[in-house]
């Protein structure tokens, strides 16, 4: 598997990171910003090229890791290389249709993972244009699959996608913080705070997945009547923390349907 990724960035790492760690993959990469893709081709062991066309001409499948306003200037660099390679696109709100308007009817997926990724914990929703045979699914799947959970989906939903799971990360990372917050003005301190909370994350987590336990169920085990968890509960509801929670994630669905 030949595999070659344009843009160098955060996400084009946890990509090379978590492909190395279950594939052998040949990689290929770049990116204008020529030490950042030095330091890519170091660390993920990738052979650096000089030009997008070269990416093309020596991959099978093409990863464009570039942000969303600079995918069409990379795609007109390089469609008149791609005859039957795979074209794999990660930029949020540019949709399979908008990349064949400037490459024709090529073979492209679109993919939106997360940052997870890199220690095979993400969750990535993926699609095809028409072109992709099922053989070449299989291979772009287990690509993929390799890095975390996958759902094969229309593309309508991958905005959501982006809202929920891409963006995602950013979200829980601040409900964390929030939690610790609380546990600094109670007296811990900044690192056990984290610490623990991570733990208390993880810990209800496993124990939904493994004892099969519903949201309410979790919450049903824990509060007493007249404690302090109800207590808790109640006003988290009176200042609407779950509606806001809810908003937030349905502004990022509307930005991601109107990126650029």
């Known amino acids: 598997m030949k595999i070659g990724i344009i843009g160098c960035g955060n996400m084009a790492s946890s990509i090379a990171h978590s492909i190395k760690q279950s594939l052998e993959p040949q990689l290929f990469c770049y990116d204008i910003d020529l030490d950042k893709a030095h330091r890519f081709s170091r660390v993920y062991g990738a ?11 020596n991959s099978n499948i093409i990863i464009i890791a570039v942000k969303p306003k600079d995918i ?15 074209i794999v696109s990660i930029a949020a709100g540019i949709s399979i249709s908008k990349i064949k308007e400037v ?27 028409e072109e992709v045979t099922a053989e070449e699914k299989e291979k772009i799947l287990k690509l993929f699959k ?11 939903y991958i905005d959501a996608i982006t809202a929920l799971f891409g963006s995602g990360p950013a979200f829980v990372a601040h409900f964390i913080e929030s939690y610790a917050d609380a546990a600094v003005k109670l007296g811990f301190s900044r690192q056990e705070s984290l610490n623990l909370i991570l733990a208390l994350f993880e810990g209800t987590v496993v124990n939904m997945k493994n004892n099969m336990l519903t949201t309410q169920q979790i919450k049903d085990m824990v509060t007493s009547p007249g404690g302090t968890t109800i207590e808790g509960l109640v006003e988290f509801e009176r200042r609407a923390v779950k509606g806001a929670i809810i908003d937030g ?3 990022a669905y509307e930005r991601a349907k109107n990126i650029l």
Not at 47 to 57: G, H, L, Y
Not at 79 to 86: A, F, L, T, W
Not at 105 to 122: A, L
């Open 103 to 129: 490459v024709g009817d090529k073979k492209i997926v679109r993919v939106m993972p997360n940052i997870n990724i890199s220690v095979q914990k993400g969750v990535m929703g993926i699609c095809f244009s």
């Open 72 to 86: 069409f200037d990379v795609l007109e660099k390089i469609k008149d290389g791609i005859s039957e390679k795979i």
């Open 146 to 156: 390799s890095m975390g959970e996958v759902i094969v989906t229309n593309e309508k």
């Open 249 to 251: 994630i349905l502004k």
């Open 47 to 57: 052979t650096k090229v000089d030009s997008e066309m070269e990416i093309v001409n």
